[in-house]
């Protein structure tokens, strides 16, 4: 299950450990499928000069998809909702505008309410939490080490991806 409802992605919870040798990594991955409840395709070794690396980092194209439609769905109706319950609050305590202007006022406030949900449903969609995790992966390639991503289900499941592989020697960058 998804920590993040307003996502269409099935992992939101992501993580990459970085090390200096393959070996490592390697059996930083194995034990990480053998110790958590993690499945293999959850746990994905990235080696330099890998191909289709940011597939390999970002492999649900078609839940980036749903995540542009279901982040601005649901927060814009949010944003028309607390528009409409703000304007309730307005009335109710008498502001003298909303008042004696109450389609305008309404209309205004909702409005407002739902280009703001949409602008929070836009920055949901750019998933600024993975820029860190996509340029810790490639920075460390483009050295010459090694990533072992984890694509968490939970952000309890990737706290303890991120315990073991900080455990085993590698150099961990989180999702949020």
């Known amino acids: 299950?998804?920590?993040?409802?307003?996502?269409?992605?099935?992992?939101?919870?992501?993580?990459?450990?970085?090390?200096?040798?393959?070996?490592?990594?390697?059996?930083?991955?194995?034990l990480a499928v053998a110790r958590l409840p993690l499945q293999p395709a959850?746990?994905?070794?990235?080696?330099?000069?890998a191909a289709d690396v940011g597939l390999q980092l970002e492999?649900?194209?078609?839940?980036?998809?749903?995540?542009?439609?279901?982040?601005?769905?649901?927060?814009?109706?949010?944003?028309?909702?607390?528009g409409a319950l703000l304007f309730v609050l307005l009335v109710v305590t008498g502001v003298p505008f909303v008042v004696s202007s109450p389609w305008a006022a309404g209309l205004?406030?909702?409005?407002?309410?739902?280009?703001?949900?949409?602008?929070?449903?836009?920055?949901?969609?750019?998933?600024?939490?993975h820029d860190p995790y996509i340029h810790a992966t490639r920075d460390a390639l483009a050295t010459g080490r090694t990533a072992v991503v984890v694509h968490a289900l939970s952000s309890a499941q990737r706290a303890q991806a991120a315990e073991l592989m900080a455990a085993q020697g590698g150099e961990v960058t989180q999702t949020l």
């Open 1 to 30: 299950m998804s920590d993040l409802p307003v996502t269409g992605e099935v992992s939101n919870s992501k993580l990459v450990a970085v090390f200096a040798a393959a070996t490592a990594a390697r059996d930083a991955a194995a």
């Open 42 to 49: 959850q746990v994905r070794v990235i080696a330099p000069g």
């Open 59 to 82: 492999p649900e194209g078609g839940g980036i998809r749903r995540t542009l439609i279901v982040a601005h769905l649901w927060l814009g109706l949010a944003g028309i909702v607390a």
């Open 108 to 129: 205004a406030l909702v409005g407002f309410g739902a280009v703001a949900g949409l602008l929070l449903g836009g920055l949901v969609s750019l998933r600024p939490d």
